[in-house]
């Protein structure tokens, strides 16, 4: 069974402040990817980022960074210096090789940033 | 990047009518779509998948007769829900998969908000 557990429900930064969202997956497949979304109030879905399973680089992408660990199986994404524009729900996602393409989402987390 | 729409983005409809929401790939070939709901303060739930000719694979308690599935050409699929009821009132997403979708990336429709009165 393919699980993605996001924790944190609801986070409240001050801006400028730097926030890390947490994202634990469970699989038994090898080959797989993992994403971030952005959800802002308007609902449309914003792609942030996909990770193959056999790629543990970290990522950065201006303020947002990627921690990948497979040996914790987590997926953790930062926003440095927090700005009042973050403020949205992010999921977390896992999509198998062999499973057709289906996502399966986490919870989400929702951001709020406070100026 | 690849672009997907969806139309209507907000719907309001009687008890017991049924409602049309149409998903299109704007500028690629999609071979596989997904729709999803997401009910107010909760996650995407994978309703069904729907690949071009043939018939929809839906998750495991989502009725097929109610949420009619049809993917009649590459670039739109289209989902009816049946006799709508308070209940089915969500947000409504589909994503595309196709040519470009490497590494199961999948491109997400904006959206449409069903409201059942």
């Known amino acids: 069974a393919q699980k993605v557990t996001q924790a944190q429900t609801e986070i409240s930064v001050v801006e400028k402040e730097d926030v890390t969202l947490d994202c634990v997956y469970e699989?038994?497949?090898?080959?797989?990817?993992l994403f971030w979304y952005k959800q802002p109030p308007s609902g449309e879905l914003v792609f942030l980022i996909r990770?193959?399973?056999?790629?543990?680089q970290n990522e950065i992408s201006g303020r947002y960074s990627w921690n990948f660990q497979k040996s914790t199986s987590s997926f953790n994404f930062t926003i440095t210096a927090s700005q009042v524009v973050d403020s949205a729900v992010y999921f977390c996602?896992?999509?198998?090789?062999?499973?057709?393409?289906?996502?399966?989402f986490g919870q989400g987390t929702e951001l709020s940033v406070k100026p | 990047g690849a672009v997907v729409s969806q139309h209507p983005s907000r719907v309001i409809c009687k008890s017991g009518t049924s409602v049309k929401i149409e998903c299109r790939s704007l500028d690629f070939q999609a071979t596989t779509m997904f729709w999803y709901r997401q009910f107010p303060k909760q996650s995407l739930m994978l309703m069904a998948t729907?690949?071009?000719?043939?018939?929809?694979?839906?998750e495991q308690g989502v009725e097929k007769d109610k949420f009619l599935i049809n993917h009649a050409s590459l670039t739109l699929s289209t989902l009816t829900v049946t006799s709508a009821h308070p209940e089915d009132s969500s947000f409504y997403i589909c994503?595309?998969?196709?040519?470009?979708?490497?590494?199961?990336?999948?491109?997400f429709g904006p959206g449409t908000r069903l409201t059942v009165l």
């Open positions: 699989t038994r497949d090898t080959t797989y990817y």
């Open positions: 994503s595309a998969e196709g040519e470009r979708g490497v590494g199961n990336e999948q491109f």
């Open positions: 990770r193959n399973s056999f790629d543990e």
């Open positions: 729907s690949n071009e000719g043939s018939k929809a694979t839906y």
């Open positions: 996602a896992l999509s198998a090789y062999n499973q057709g393409g289906k996502l399966i």
